[in-house]
Structures are given as C-alpha cells and as structure tokens.
C-alpha cells in the first residue's frame, strides 16, 4: 500500500504502517485521508506545492461526503494549510480532523477548519504564532518575538517612571507636575538605545503575519462558533502562548473554548501502533496498492 498523493505508487510504505492506517479507518467508520509529513524534502512543511497535489487530487474525494483527515504536521504556511481546509469543506461538505501525536502552527490551522477535532491521548496542537526567517542567524523566530519585546519595553519605561515618582516625591516634597516631566524624560533618556534597535520594517512584517494567522483562523472557526467566541479563540492561539512549540493538548484546548473530542479507547491503540513511523514516513492522499515490479 502507498499514499495516492504522496509517495504514490511506485513507492509502496510499511505492511504493518498500512495496516494501522486501515484499522484507523475501520474505526472512525468514514473514508479517511492523509496529511502526514515526515523529515524528508520537499514534504516536511505545509506549502504550495502540497497544496496543489491536493487540488489536483479532489476529483479522488467523495464528493459531498465527510471524510477524516488524519493530521501529523509540523506546520509551515498559513495561507496553504486554509486552502486545504476550505477545499476538503466545499468539496466533501466538512471533515474530521484526527490527530494521534500533533498538528502545529499551521497544521493546528488546518485541524481548526474541520467540523469535529479528534485527539488521541498524547496528542498537541500549537500556537499560530507566525514564523519569521531570520536572514542574519539563517534561523526561524516567532514573530510574537518583535511584538512582545516592544510590549516588554513600553512596561519597563512605565515601571522606571512610577517608581521614580514613589521615590521622589516624598523625598524632593516637589508637586507631581514639577516632578513628571523630568521622570518622563529620564525613562525615555533611558529606553532609547533599546527602541532604536527596534527595526520598524520587521516589526510591521511580524505584527501583519500574526494578523493574517489570526483572520484565517477566524474564518475557519465561523461555521462552528459565534463570531465574537472565534475571535476570542483565534486571538489566544496567537497571542497567548510564549513559545511556538507549546503544548496545547485537549484539555488545555478547552480551557479557552476549542471544542476537541477524545478519542475512543480502540482509536488510541491503533494510534500507539501509528507513532513509531510518525515523523519519519510522509504519506499523502489515501491508500492505494502500491505497483509492484
């Protein structure tokens, strides 16, 4: 058996992987598609060529029937993950998101456009923090980290000019409107190095790729929330957490109203049997007979 989508069938995956994927299947009692990226290139992140082989492959899915999506992502482009999600919903009429170890970033962006999220027992989502490379590291950063650094900055300016008012006022017996104007002055003399380390460009580029995270998540979460509570939950998922690999799991996800289902104690056997070939195999599309030679 191999992916139909990916790695197609000239490349047959592992007997035994095959078979949990079947019994996954048999369980959830609906066709059941694959997003599972491994460490391989070019499948390893969510982006437009993945994005285009499920395009090419919709006449494959039932038309107007739910399917389920077993999800394993580490993320990677926002944009892709909502076209994926809004292509399965308008040509199936809604899927399941099922994930058996984790969907992050945008692979969390993804699961939110399903009707119903199954997560098995060790199962996380993540923050849509958007990443950013970082051209003289060569690495990628959240882009939370531009916003919550200025944040961090404009309260220690705060700080410095509260405490400097509690400390001279009693001491100097000077009137607040004699003292301010000085205290501002030394909290800005202060902060000023740091503010012009601030690149007004990056914090731009950090603060509308957050945006776009958030819209796109509000706009999956609509049919199945009030708009006031998707706006609610998008906005968490983006700003809320201090680290792009935070653990997000079920209950985690409903203490800020995500609603996730468990998954049934058969669907977390056949998902300890999946786990020790998550990770490593990228599998696609759904299961086909691989050709033999």
Request: glycine fraction near 6%; hydrophobic fraction near 40%.
């Amino acid at each position: 058996m191999t992916g139909s989508i990916f790695p197609g069938p000239s490349r047959a995956i592992e007997p035994e992987f095959a078979a949990a994927i079947k019994d996954m299947e048999a369980a959830l009692g609906m066709p059941l598609w694959l997003f599972i990226q491994g460490a391989e290139r070019p499948t390893r992140e969510i982006h437009d060529g993945i994005r285009d082989l499920f395009q090419m492959s919709k006449d494959d899915l039932p038309k107007g029937q739910r399917v389920a999506l077993l999800i394993d992502s580490p993320g990677g482009s926002a944009r892709c993950a909502y076209q994926i999600a809004t292509l399965l919903r308008r040509h199936c009429g809604g899927f399941v998101a099922v994930v058996p170890r984790y969907a992050k970033s945008a692979g969390t962006l993804l699961a939110l456009g399903a009707s119903t999220i199954m997560m098995g027992e060790q199962a996380e989502l993540g923050p849509l923090d958007a990443q950013l490379r970082d051209d003289e590291s060569e690495e990628w950063r959240s882009a939370l980290d531009e916003l919550q650094a200025l944040e961090r900055l404009n309260a220690f300016a705060l700080e410095v000019a509260d405490r400097s008012m509690m400390h001279l006022l009693p001491r100097t017996r000077k009137k607040v409107d004699t003292l301010l104007p000085k205290v501002l002055h030394f909290a800005a003399d202060l902060t000023k190095p740091l503010l012009e380390k601030t690149d007004p460009v990056r914090y731009t580029a950090a603060s509308r790729a957050l945006k776009i995270a958030e819209e796109y998540a509000i706009r999956l979460l609509q049919p199945k929330y009030p708009t006031t509570k998707a706006q609610q939950i998008a906005r968490h998922l983006v700003e809320k957490y201090p680290d792009h690999g935070f653990v997000i799991d079920r209950q985690e996800a409903e203490s800020f109203g995500l609603k996730t289902e468990a998954f049934t104690p058969e669907q977390d056997a056949i998902a300890d049997r999946l786990f020790q070939f998550l990770g490593e195999t990228t599998v696609m599309g759904h299961l086909i007979e691989a050709k033999t030679t």
